[in-house]
């Protein structure tokens, strides 16, 4: 069964700084995808950025990128130049593409960030 | 404009009674997804529907049933809620591939 975890409970950082989230996952499907998601605090949850399995090249939006390594089922969101209203709680989330479970998205439980002036 | 709707936004409700909540999206997306947040817990999938009448169970689908008689409209009934059942639910849908787009939730609260 697929898994997502999150280890990083909580991460405080000072503005314009550059922050990574860790991630890691498991699955047995060699195609997947992976999605990383903020929810803020209205609870308003906004997909950011996402990777497929496939591509070698780390995505990058806007001033969100991703540090995709597959051999160590890692897919780490780094945030540059941070700003107050970044602050919010991040989502890693996983969807297999071949397995009986298409289209099913799994997500770790989160990560809060602080970004304080 | 692309948007997930959820109704109602709020719900309050008493042990034992029926619970509906209602998703929509005008997008014609085949997917759609119901799960339920805790703290400390993530999002956890309840129910994933891949279109009209053709629905999947997802890790936690004990006490709810779906329905999905339209492509638009997706529903989670809680049959005789309970306290634990309390909750933030979230609709979501996504075509294919896509990143799921998720409403704005419904706080439940079961007393």
């Known amino acids: ?117 | 404009d692309m948007k997930v709707t959820q109704m109602p936004r709020y719900l309050i409700k008493r042990m034992g009674e029926n619970v509906l909540l209602e998703c929509g999206q005008d997008m014609s997306h085949e997917t759609m997804y119901w799960y339920r947040q805790d703290p400390g817990l993530g999002l956890q999938l309840i129910y994933i529907s891949y279109d009209v009448d053709s629905n999947s169970e997802g890790d936690i689908p004990k006490g709810y049933r779906v329905s999905r008689k339209k492509r638009e409209h997706f529903s989670l009934i809680l049959d005789s809620a309970k306290t634990n059942q309390t909750s933030v639910y979230f609709c979501a849908s996504s075509l294919a591939n896509q990143a799921p787009l998720f409403g704005e939730g419904t706080r439940l609260s079961v007393l």
């Open chain 1, 1 to 117: 069964a697929q898994k997502v975890t999150q280890t990083q409970t909580s991460i405080s950082v000072v503005e314009k700084t550059t922050v990574t989230m860790d991630c890691v996952y498991e699955t047995r499907d060699s195609s997947y995808f992976l999605f990383w998601y903020k929810q803020t605090a209205s609870g308003e949850i906004v997909f950011l950025i996402r990777q497929d399995s496939y591509k070698k090249e780390n995505a990058t939006v806007g001033h969100y990128s991703l540090n995709f390594q597959k051999p160590k089922s890692s897919i780490g969101l780094i945030i540059t130049a941070t700003q107050i209203e970044d602050s919010a709680v991040y989502f890693c989330a996983m969807r297999e593409d071949m397995s009986g479970s298409f289209n099913k998205l799994t997500f770790g439980a989160g990560t809060r960030l602080a970004v304080c002036p």
